[in-house]
Structure formats: C-alpha cells, structure tokens
C-alpha cells in the first residue's frame, strides 16, 4: 500500500462537517491527521469532533483482545526498512483498534558483557540507531510506532508525533544507563524466542512464529491481521459500509 492509499484513508474521516459556512481542517492545530481522534480535546482543537465520533462508530469491541504483532528487527536491516514501511504501518493505520505493535530493535546484534558494549550486524551505526529507538520506545509509549516509521524517511520526527517529549530526553536515554539496560532486554528477549530467531525481521503474532505465519506476514499483512482477529471483524477489514448517520449538501 502506497503513501497516497494511506494520506487518502487518513483524510478520507477528516470530511467537511458542513457545505457552507465551514473550513477544511488545518494541520496547523499542531497535531498530524493520525493523531487527530486520539483524544476528545485533540479532536475539538482540530475542528474534526463529527468525524472522529463517526470513526470511532466503527470500532470493533474493546472486550475483544487484539492481534499482538511482535517484530524483532534492526533499524538498519533493509529488510526490516520495508516490512516496517511497506507491511506494518499501513496494516497498523487501518487496524490499530484490532491490532497491537511491539518492536524489539535488537535481532542479530551481539552482547558484549566484557566490554560493556554491543556489536551490531551493520556496524556501529546501527548500534546507536538501535539504542536511539529502544529509548524512543520506552519514552513516547503510544507515539514510538509512528515516530520510529517517519525515521527511516525523514527528520524532525519526534517534534511531529510526540511534541510533548524534548530531544535531550532521548538523548539522556541514549547515552546514559538506561539505554544500555533497555538493549540488554531486548536481547533477552530475542534469545529467548522459541523457535530461536534466524534472520529479522522475525514476526510472532500473538506470541507464536511459524512459517506460514510468516510468509503471510511478508505479502499480505493486512489479511492476515483481519483473519486472526477473533472479533466482529471492522467494515475495513470485510469491505462492508456501515450505516452512519450524515449530513449532505
């Protein structure tokens, strides 16, 4: 799925609320389109409050779990770069309210207690990239996903999804303990994968990896996702309109 599919998937709930007497809603209310619906007061200060409640109509049940997708990868993988932009986040866009992202930036990277340090598969660069991405995780919570996507592609990213959190933050992270503690546990928790993980990016959903699964992953994420979900399946996932209540003009 394209950039284009997913601005016009994002735009598509962010409609005129009405034709005449009414303006486009701007970016400028300071938060981009997919953060518009995150909270009842984002969606008054972006003018979209009609629409995210039309949106949030469609939501599935939240007594329902979501399909956990874990990926353990590495930032500078090309390969973990195109599931990450290609598969992951444009499955994520359409169905965060059935699906749950976990990223462990680590995979073929090797510990090395005696020297207090790591070794990376695509050098030292990566290393840092891991750890910069290990921290933005632990320190933006809902606001990491989108952020580390817009990484791999552009600049200025935090300030975009997480206005709320200060570069030196990340940078303290990076450089201090923490980062090297938050890294040690994802080798912990990549060596402790069953089956062991090897090659990333390595996918489990719902904590369990085989090779179907994965082959599916790699193609046709979407699908995949709308299959596992055990819940009344969302209108994107089955092609179905829901019924909403709209105004025309």
């Keep these: 799925m394209n950039s284009f599919l997913i601005r016009a998937f994002l735009f598509s709930f962010y409609v005129l609320e009405e034709c005449q007497g009414k303006s ?7 938060y981009p389109p997919s953060q518009w619906c995150r909270t009842l007061e984002i969606a008054v200060e972006c003018g979209v409050q009609k629409q995210c409640m039309e949106l949030l109509a469609t939501r599935p049940d939240p007594s329902m779990p979501p399909v956990e997708v874990t990926v353990y990868y590495e930032s500078l993988c090309p390969g973990c770069r195109s599931f990450l932009t290609e598969q992951l986040f444009p499955t994520w866009t359409m169905l965060r309210d059935i699906m749950r992202v976990h990223l462990v930036p680590y995979g073929n ?3 090395l207690p005696e020297l207090n340090s790591f070794s990376c598969q695509h050098g030292q660069p990566e290393c840092q990239a891991n750890i910069i991405e290990a921290c933005i995780l632990n320190v933006t919570n ?6 580390i996507h817009c990484m791999v592609s552009s600049s200025d990213c935090l300030q975009l999804y997480a206005p709320s959190v200060e570069w030196g933050t990340i940078e303290s992270c990076v450089k201090g303990d923490l980062g090297h503690i938050l890294m040690h546990e994802n080798g912990v928790k990549t060596r402790s994968l069953s089956p062991a993980h090897t090659h990333v990016p390595w996918v489990t959903f719902n904590g369990v990896y085989t090779d179907d699964l994965e082959d599916k992953a790699m193609s046709t994420l979407f699908n995949l ?9 969302p209108p994107v996932c089955t092609g179905a309109l829901k019924k909403l209540n709209r105004s025309f003009c």
């Design 24 to 30: 486009h809603p701007k970016p400028s209310c300071g």
């Design 109 to 111: 990277t090797k510990e």
């Design 142 to 147: 809902h606001a990491a996903f989108p952020v």
């Design 225 to 233: 996702v709308c299959k596992l979900y055990e819940g009344i399946k």
